[in-house]
């Protein structure tokens, strides 16, 4: 019998920059799920190959792979894991776009980890398998939590949930992949800023629409302007009442934010 669950994206109501922390940044932000973009994780009792077997149209090769990392992060604890996927492989129908700002990767080692927690009955609390996950990636808990919305400080490892009205999310993606590091890097040298605690604290109070009301595409994401710098071709998809996602490349907007 097949397992599957599905792997949700994300988008970043807002997305500003606290602080550095080591070779991090601290952000604060409110992610979101967009529950009508998803990729499928399966399971199938399957594996002609007889080791680990990830099938899905990845854009990395498999030790780069988020999925991969979570495995080897659950083998360390879990020995049966291992032989469980020398039988089984794990397929994964992709429609969250790579390199776009959206965590689809982040979100398939989350789920990843979801299943993994129940098919082998570890009984891992959330606040366990979020610190699994934030070894693999800075967005990897906010979906471990399964939130539709939240708030993410630190480094990404502080999610609290938000509780608000679902939100209707529409998301273009345009064929430019992203580098975060580039970004980062543009943000670092030519736009650097750090939010205010009166800012923090208001922004966290508010909710999602409002916020999308009161900010435009660039006060609401510090990335967005180094992101234009860096792939100045984002310019042309930028629309009136739109907002940008993570370092991008995806646009959005909540329908119905009149």
Do not use: Q
């Amino acid at each position: 019998m097949n397992i599957s669950a599905k792997s949700y994206a994300k988008v970043n109501i807002f997305l500003k920059i606290a602080g550095k922390r080591d070779n991090y940044h601290e952000l604060v932000s409110r992610f979101v799920r967009v529950k009508n973009l998803y990729d499928t994780i399966t399971i199938i009792p399957e594996n002609p190959k007889g080791e680990f077997t990830l099938m899905g149209d990845f854009g990395c090769p498999l030790e780069k792979n988020t999925i991969y990392k979570a495995f080897l992060e659950l083998r360390k604890n879990c020995p049966k894991i291992d032989a469980y996927f020398r039988i089984y492989s794990i397929k994964v129908d992709k429609k969250i776009p790579e390199f776009a700002g959206l965590g689809g990767g982040s979100s398939n080692a989350a789920t990843f980890l979801i299943m993994a927690n129940k098919l082998f009955d570890l009984y891992y609390s959330k606040e366990k398998l979020a610190k699994i996950g934030a070894k693999i990636g800075a967005d990897v808990p906010f979906f471990v939590y399964e939130y539709d919305s939240a708030n993410v400080t630190g480094i990404g490892e502080i999610v609290e949930k938000y509780e608000e009205e679902a939100l209707d999310i529409e998301v273009v993606t345009p064929k430019i992949e992203c580098n975060t590091g580039k970004i980062f890097t543009s943000f670092r040298e030519k736009f650097y800023k750090e939010v205010s605690l009166e800012e923090k604290d208001k922004l966290l109070n508010m909710n999602s629409k409002d916020i999308l009301k009161e900010l435009n595409i660039s006060s609401a994401n510090d990335l967005y302007e180094p992101a234009l710098d860096t792939y100045p071709l984002l310019k042309e998809y930028e629309k009136e009442n739109w907002f940008f996602s993570g370092s991008g490349s995806s646009f959005f907007k909540v329908k119905n934010n009149g």
